[in-house]
């Protein structure tokens, strides 16, 4: 164990972590295999996997289905490349799969191994696009503050939280950010994208991007009819909407994809995590009948774009059988009746525990804020490190989730695997009690 620890701090760079509390603390766990929603570590504590990991083993853990499948897969055909005018059956399945689950206007896919990839890809079809319509000049992307989009780099740069950007440097060139509708109106967010939508010129502008719930940002869910305008708005200025389902897809929200909840249709979606429950790397973008047609019709020569690992057989197989689980075990509407229950969970807590501000929840995707004063919202020094306190209490009650402290905010997030039971909604309900009450009283006194 302890030359795993030194190992660790040696040679492995996580990611998205602290450099220095590596070196001076190590991993904090190291996980040896996980079991439905539960992951045990090394020294045989068990966890309820309360984010699902990176809000992606929707399917839950240890599912020797999808090994099975893998191993098939891989003895048959491992690997071989779809580009050009290669091809293999288990990425023709998977793309048929994709668009018969997609709005009906969208039918057709490009694979990636993940959600940055995938924004990435996205950007530039949208912009390949305007190109092959004449209009090489609408190139600008725009997002929304708290939006997180990946990594990759214009991801990076459409992500709507500056420390990504600001770690290596500064934006990339056309992207711009407007106001999230957190903790603000419908009407002043949409005003914020109208007004940089007309002082950019919408002739210069590809795409909005947007997640249907912002996760990483603190699970933000929009107000009602907020996608509604947002689409309207989009259409008015000619400028094409990218759903970004990255963690909403496959059923986390307890609809199959997060626009469902309102009836919206983007021009492009980007899909990655539950498509696989992380199982393996996949993701993807799916695009809308007339951005195909389009391109069929005025996108001459090569495409110049593809992963090596897009329509990776083994991958596709293994998203292909986990789409499977989902619908025979009927995982979206489970995941709707549990969010349900957790929403229930969530406001007998803001009653019962007084730092507990505000609740939300669609679907299995829910976060509770935290306050000193509920009443007036009025919010806790930095210095006095609510969140991480209620994470680390947890951790030791054997619950791992996520806290959001960026922008001042002291958010804990949930993002459970969707095949939770009610007796284990309630254990995840009592233990979250439990730690936020131990914090509480420590805060207290
Ligand atoms: C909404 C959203 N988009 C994109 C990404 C990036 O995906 P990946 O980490 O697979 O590149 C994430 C990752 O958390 C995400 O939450």
Redesign the pocket.
Known sequence: MDRLIELDKKHFIH?TSSIQQQQLEGPKAIMKSGDGIYLTDTNDNKYIDAMSS???VNVGHGRKELAATAAKQMESLAFSSAFSSFSHEPAIKLAEKIAQLSPKSMNAVFFT???????DTAFKLVRHYWKIQGKPEKRKIISLKR??????AG?TSATGIADFWKMAGHLMQDFYHVKSPYKLSAKESLLSLRQVIQEEGAETIAAFIA?PV???GGVLIPPQDYFIEIRKLCDEFGILFIA?????GFGRTGKMFGLEHWNVLPDVM?F??GVSSGYI?L?GVVISDHIHDTMKKKSEGVLFHGFTYSGHPTAAAVGLKNIEIIERENLVENARVMGEKLYQGFLDLKHKVKIVSEVRTLGLLGAIELAKNPITHERFSPTSNVTSKVIETLHERGVICRGVTYGGTDIICFSPPLIMTEEQMNSLLERLHDALQAVQKGLLT
Not at 147 to 152: E, S
Not at 244 to 248: A, L, Q
């Open positions: 990611p990176l809000w992606n191994s993940g959600g940055s990839e995938s924004n939006g997180y989009h990946g990594v990759a991801a997640e912002q996760g990483a970004d389902e990255v963690i909403t980007t990655a995590k790397p993701g």
